[in-house]
Structure formats: structure tokens, C-alpha cells
């Protein structure tokens, strides 16, 4: 069973660092292909692709937020980390971590439940 | 950036009904192009990859068509658990870069 689930704060304060710890099992990430990406999705809006990391260690960032996010990856603990630097309340979202399968479907096929965070003072 | 636009914003359908919703492209994504749908406080869920072709275990009633910069998703009869919302995500490789619709609101009509 492939299961992905994502742990961090519930609550940081305007200017933080906000760092997002993705758990995943079922699967390798130094497998070829495999990938893993983090997406966010604030209240009542639409999802917002963030950052990936590939089983090579190649990594690609949302150009919007690219100089405020760095993923890395754990393989030996299966785990992919998210730092997201000055964090504003209008970061507010459920952060999601999702399993990409490039060569296959290329798509996010399996998702971790989400963690919420808010942003505030 | 490519910018993933969906139409329309709500659809309301009779159970039973076919639903089509679209998605279009600011530029040219090929084949890359996937739809999920999302329930009420759940996570999304893949239905749809390669424009056309649908992910391990999801009903026939789900179709998926187009290229280059437009695409459908189609529910051919739509069911009580289809009523949710609907995203495109386009994964081009070149710039490399992964974007999603705004999504399209099903509910009941």
C-alpha cells in the first residue's frame, strides 16, 4: 500500500520559515521515475503546485515562489522536506505532498491527506 | 508560465445527465495534461493522465480528450458521488513547469 503523509506546524507566525516534512511508504524514491511534489491549497481556493523533486535529485520550483522554497529529499528515511521562507498570511493553505511516476502517468497519482497551516500573528 | 483556465466555473447537472467541462492552455501542453477530482475536505484524486487515458480504477463514465491547448473531461452519467470539483494540471516538460486550472464546481442541479 502506497500511503504519503505530511507533518509540520499548524501555526507560524508572519516573516518565519515554514519547514513541511513529507512521509511516504510504499515506494522508493531512488527508484528511476519516481518523484515527489508538494502543492497547497488555500481555503475555498484552487491548488497551487509548489515544488518537486525526482528520484535523480533534479528539483523544479513554482517560478512565483521559487526564491522562497527549497525541497530536499531522505531517502534512507523516505522522507522529501519543504522550507518555505517568509511566510505571510497569505500562505495560508492545507499543504498536500503527492507522488509523481514520470514515464508513466506523469501525474500526481498518490496524495498525502494534507496538513493545514496557518499564517498569523 | 503556462496559465490553465477552466470552464465553466459551476455546472449544475440533473444525476444522470452528462457533464462536459473544459480546460484550455495559454500555450501548447501536447498530451500533458491531467484532471483530478476533489470532495469536500479530501484530498484530490487522479482520474484522468495523458489528456485521455484514466488512472487505475476509476469508472468508464470518465473520459478524457483534446491536445495541444484544449481539453475535456466528460461524465458520461453523472452519479451522487461525482458531484465535486474538478482540476486540470498541465506537466509540460518545457519550461519546465506544473500549473493548475481554477477548477470547475459539479453540484446538483
Known amino acids: 500500500q502506497i500511503t504519503l503523509k505530511e507533518s509540520g506546524p499548524t501555526l507560524v507566525k508572519p516573516t518565519q520559515t515554514l519547514t513541511l516534512t513529507c512521509t511516504f511508504s510504499g515506494f522508493s524514491l531512488s527508484t528511476s521515475g519516481v518523484g515527489v511534489g508538494w502543492i497547497r491549497q488555500p481555503p475555498g481556493k484552487a491548488l497551487e503546485w509548489l515544488a518537486l523533486i525526482y528520484w535523480d535529485d533534479d528539483k523544479r520550483y513554482s517560478p512565483s515562489l521559487k526564491s522562497r522554497l527549497t525541497i530536499t529529499k531522505d531517502t534512507s528515511k523516505n522522507q522529501v522536506v519543504l522550507t518555505m521562507t517568509n511566510m505571510d498570511p497569505v500562505d495560508t493553505a492545507t499543504y498536500y505532498c503527492?507522488?509523481?511516476?514520470?514515464?508513466?502517468?506523469?501525474?500526481?497519482?498518490?496524495w498525502g491527506q494534507g496538513t493545514m497551516v496557518t499564517v498569523s500573528s | 508560465e503556462i496559465v490553465m483556465t477552466q470552464s465553466p466555473a459551476t455546472l449544475s447537472v440533473s444525476p444522470g445527465e452528462r457533464a462536459t467541462l473544459s480546460c484550455r492552455a495559454s500555450q501548447s501542453v501536447s498530451s500533458n495534461l491531467a484532471w483530478y477530482q476533489q470532495k469536500p475536505g479530501q484530498a484530490p484524486r487522479l482520474l484522468i493522465y495523458g489528456a485521455s487515458t484514466r488512472a487505475t480504477g476509476i469508472p468508464a463514465r470518465f473520459s478524457g480528450s483534446g491536445s495541444g491547448t484544449e481539453f475535456t473531461l466528460t461524465i458520461s452519467s453523472l452519479q451522487s458521488e461525482d458531484f465535486a470539483v474538478y482540476y486540470c494540471q498541465q506537466y509540460n516538460n518545457w519550461p519546465p513547469s506544473l500549473t493548475f486550472g481554477g477548477g470547475t464546481k459539479v453540484e446538483i442541479k
Open positions: 503527492a507522488r509523481v511516476l514520470t514515464g508513466t502517468t506523469d501525474a500526481f497519482d498518490i
